[in-house]
């Protein structure tokens, strides 16, 4: 079993820019949460995808969006990108209502 | 208000020590309740379930007071391997389903030699 992995590790980007970043959750896990970690912060909550529909989202802006694919995979993507969206992005996947296991992330970094 | 807070650290404690680890929660309709552990540059583990009667796992034993909207975790004979920053973590449920997980801000554990 592969646990949950997410693609890039690692992002550069400049302001204004735009990224996808991507998630693949743990086997027989159809739930995909997704986190914003700041350096020195815990974990925050941007939203939570369940059949391929966003079920529950955090304080986030608009700029945020994301997508769950029929094999319970999933995107984030982030337009205009701010000085203030570096951070380690933290995917985790579930059952309905279990344990949330967590990917490595992927640090992006906007210049 | 923070919907979590933890003690400041960082946590300088010897090898052998005990530590213990408190944290708050402000939302009442919090439901279930963790503590999770994160190495540097690595993602949150989960570490233990924390439930109403308290439970212990080895060295480790978490309270939780719902009345006081209070959680601890106390780590006996601490070893270097316990070096880590700890999450506490509560969620909540709405629309049928388990929101995403609240998270405190972590709080650093050094143990030293």
């Known amino acids: 079993d592969a646990g949950v992995t997410q693609s890039p590790t690692h992002l550069i980007k400049t302001r204004g820019q735009q990224v996808t970043l991507r998630c693949s959750p743990k086997s027989g896990h159809d739930t995909v949460s997704w986190y914003q970690q700041a350096l020195g912060q815990g974990p925050q909550f941007i939203f939570q995808y369940y059949e391929e529909e966003e079920r529950q989202r955090g304080n986030f802006p608009d700029r945020f969006s994301g997508h769950q694919f029929p094999n319970y995979s999933s995107e984030l993507n982030v337009n205009a990108l701010l000085l203030g969206d570096s951070a380690l992005y933290l995917c985790?996947?579930?059952?309905?209502?279990?344990?949330?296991?967590f990917g490595p992330g992927t640090r992006l970094t906007v210049l | 208000r923070k919907e979590v807070e933890q003690d400041p650290g960082p946590f300088n404690v010897p090898e052998g020590a005990t530590v213990a680890f408190n944290c708050t929660y402000s939302n009442s309709a919090s439901q279930s309740f963790f503590w999770y552990r994160q190495d540097c540059r690595k993602e949150p583990k989960l570490l233990m379930s924390v439930y109403s009667s308290g439970n212990e796992d080895g060295r480790f034993t978490a309270q939780l007071n719902r009345a006081s909207q209070y959680i601890s975790l106390l780590i006996r004979d601490s070893k270097l391997s316990d070096s880590a920053t700890y999450l506490c973590v509560v969620n909540s449920y709405s629309g049928g389903g388990a929101d995403g997980l609240t998270f405190g801000k972590g709080t650093h554990l050094i143990i030293q030699p």
């Open positions: 985790a996947s579930s059952p309905v209502g279990g344990e949330q296991f």
